[in-house]
């Protein structure tokens, strides 16, 4: 009876830190991507170019990147409760003063001081996949990544507070929505000792994780399915204002159909690895990218096609229905994606998750933080807009090589110690 008790506690205190965690990774994921909407109204009073609203854009994605492998370490050494509450504490001031900001390096020092609060995942990632079963951690660390659809979440709540107030309103709004979030989670979470795995193992001990090529193989998986999702977040609301000639609200809400299941559906992505595996979950993820990259990447087109009965013009172009229901799929496809990635690293380094999650998640906020920039640059360089789209299908070609050359050894070997058995 009491071994029942224990168990029971046990598992409402893992419910209660999935649930806590998860909502503050939403709550931090929404401020991560808040430039995605202000930064709109930002370019127009600035006059910035493409590159540079790119680069405003991207600025906090840069340093909750690079703070993701020091954060993980810490996750290990000293628990995720404790560090994820001090992280969200520590960007409260500068939310707060990106409204009193006036010139363009002043939002991106800012940008920099926000961007902590996207290191909330690797800290969230170990902190919540050590209170589950091993059989359920995919499902949980999906639960947990669904935190993603904050993205989804500024672009409904941001463009109807800067319609109200004025663009200098959010950032005082998401300043008390972190300030809140931070103390519920504090109140709601819990702490479990025998899960700092790393409280005696040295910083030199725990980076060695980057000798195992399997961590720079994900790392390479993740800096698609993740660093693809945050650029593609923060460019799509402008996509929809330029391409489209849309205003900033039906942009935001149209871009959310992109962002919202990139981030719910990260939970179903867990289901599924655990069902039928990391390897053909993430193969059939990138292939589902490319037909769909393949087929955004093609800008608006006229042609003159000459026949016996004269010149035909053909108008080639994909109607904004046809575009949308095309993100929608790669979104859909990336949640799925990024759980598989992480269903890996738990099968994989168990032992080691959060110094392995903080390397992973670098790579992939790395990959965010370069794509606006160039998808900005692209856009100066050719005046296409479809070109963000087409430096996509690229790198997801490059990945299913590279996926395909890294795995066939593995399956190779497989194959030969299966025949002498069948035999």
Not at 90 to 102: D, H, Q
Not at 144 to 161: D, E, Y
Not at 302 to 327: E, Q, R
Request: proline share 4%.
């Amino acid at each position: 009876m009491c071994i029942r008790r224990i168990k029971v506690s046990n598992n409402n205190k893992a419910i209660r830190v999935l649930a806590s965690s998860t909502v503050s990774f939403t709550i931090c994921f929404a401020i991560w991507m808040m430039f995605a909407v202000l930064g709109i109204p930002i370019k127009k009073m600035l006059g910035l170019n493409e590159t540079e609203f790119g680069l405003l854009a991207a600025m906090p994605v840069l340093s909750g990147s690079l703070v993701r492998v020091p954060l993980g370490i810490w996750c290990d050494k000293y628990g995720g409760r404790i560090v994820f509450f001090v992280l969200m504490l520590s960007t409260v001031p500068a939310i707060y003063l990106i409204g009193m900001a006036t010139q363009f390096w002043q939002f991106l020092v800012l940008g920099l001081f926000i961007g902590l609060a996207g290191g909330s995942f690797s800290v969230g990632t170990p902190y919540v996949a050590r209170w589950f079963p091993r059989e359920r951690r995919g499902l949980a660390m999906g639960i947990f990544g669904a935190g993603n659809s904050g993205s989804a979440l500024t672009k409904f709540v941001a463009p109807a507070i800067i319609a109200a107030w004025g663009w200098q309103a959010l950032p005082t709004v998401y300043a008390a929505a972190m300030l809140v979030t931070a103390l519920l989670f504090w109140m709601f979470s819990a702490t479990d000792p025998s899960h700092q795995s790393g409280a005696s193992v040295p910083f030199s001990e725990q980076v060695k994780v980057l000798k195992d090529r399997r961590v720079w193989r994900y790392c390479q998986y993740y800096s698609v399915v993740f660093g693809g999702y945050v650029g593609l977040a923060l460019w799509m609301t402008k996509y929809y204002v330029g391409e489209f000639g849309f205003d900033l609200r039906l942009a935001a809400l149209l871009a959310a159909c992109f962002s919202l299941p990139g981030g719910v559906l990260r939970a179903l992505g867990g289901w599924i690895s655990d069902r039928y595996g990391a390897y053909k979950v993430t193969w059939w993820v990138m292939w589902v990218c490319w037909v769909c990259f393949f087929l955004l990447s093609y800008p608006p087109t006229a042609m003159i096609v000459k026949t016996t009965h004269g010149d035909v013009g053909i108008n080639l172009a994909l109607s904004p229905t046809v575009f949308t229901a095309l993100l929608f799929v790669v979104g859909t496809a990336m949640a799925v994606g990024k759980a598989s990635v992480f269903k890996f690293i738990a099968d994989d380094f168990s032992d080691n998750i959060g110094a392995v999650s903080g390397v992973v998640g670098l790579a992939g906020g790395l990959g965010g933080f370069v794509l606006p920039i160039m998808f900005g640059a692209l856009l100066d360089l050719t005046g296409v807009r479809s070109s963000a789209f087409m430096l996509l299908y690229g790198a997801v070609c490059v990945s299913l090589v590279w996926m395909h050359y890294s795995f066939r050894p593995a399956a190779t070997a497989a194959v030969s110690a299966a025949v002498p058995a069948a035999a």
